[in-house]
């Protein structure tokens, strides 16, 4: 099956910790994505890769920190310097194919809650 | 002015009618639009994207653009319970670095 997995579904934090939340996907895209929804929001990029050992900041990184050393792996850390850090957090990963604009596809997400 | 606007809604429609929902976007360099439907609690998935000009069809669902008017819309024929959603409009601008969200259109079909 090909896909883009997050684990895990439901992650509870105390105050002060970090967290880190995966995202896998074996469909050999080439860039992933992390993105922050909150209530009644749309989806607000918090970093993105487009090839392996690069990444950059998207609108609202602060407080969050990624690496990218497998082309299959985007890992996001939430530090404890993101203040309002509950929220459901969705990785996607997109490719370009002839004929067809870079499309970015979802995980199921990884709902965090701070305690 | 956000940079991809759509009415939060909610749109309550009838079983079996045209559900049409619109997005409005800022950058006039944009190049591709897509449209994704959200359940509650689950990630969104991709309907179409379209980047010509005019209409596109895909089942009961119709893609429509019009990049003079910086006008995007969904149109869902025969909308069925399951249609209940949340609808989102994204638009890949100028750059082409990243997607643009809007916030979604939440889309109700009553019975």
């Known amino acids: 099956d090909g896909g883009i997995t997050q684990s895990p579904k439901y992650l509870f934090r105390k105050e002060g910790q970090n967290v880190t939340l995966s995202c896998e996907q074996n469909l050999n895209h080439d860039a992933m994505y992390w993105y922050r929804q909150d209530p009644g929001q749309g989806l607000r990029l918090i970093y993105y890769?487009?090839?392996?050992?690069?990444?950059q900041k998207g609108d609202i990184a602060e407080g969050y920190s990624v690496s990218r050393e497998k082309k299959e792996s985007f890992p996001l850390t939430v530090t404890s310097a993101q203040k309002n850090p509950t929220a459901f957090y969705l990785c996607a990963s997109s490719t370009r194919t002839s004929g067809s604009p870079d499309t970015q596809y979802f995980g199921p997400g990884t709902r965090l809650t701070v305690l | 002015q956000k940079e991809v606007e759509q009415n939060s809604g909610p749109l309550s429609v009838p079983e079996g009618a045209i559900a049409s929902l619109n997005c409005t976007y800022s950058?006039?360099?944009?190049?591709?639009f897509f449209w994704y439907r959200q359940y509650s609690g689950k990630s969104p998935e991709l309907i179409m994207f379209i980047y010509s000009n005019g209409d596109k069809e895909d089942g009961r669902f119709t893609a429509q653009l019009n990049k003079a008017s910086q006008y995007v819309s969904l149109l869902i024929r025969d909308s069925q319970p399951s249609d209940s959603a949340t609808y989102l409009c994204?638009?890949?601008?100028?750059?082409?670095?990243?997607?643009?969200f809007g916030s979604g259109t939440r889309l109700s079909i009553r019975p």
């Open positions: 994204a638009v890949m601008g100028s750059s082409a670095s990243k997607i643009i």
């Open positions: 890769s487009q090839i392996v050992n690069d990444f």
């Open positions: 950058d006039r360099g944009s190049q591709s």
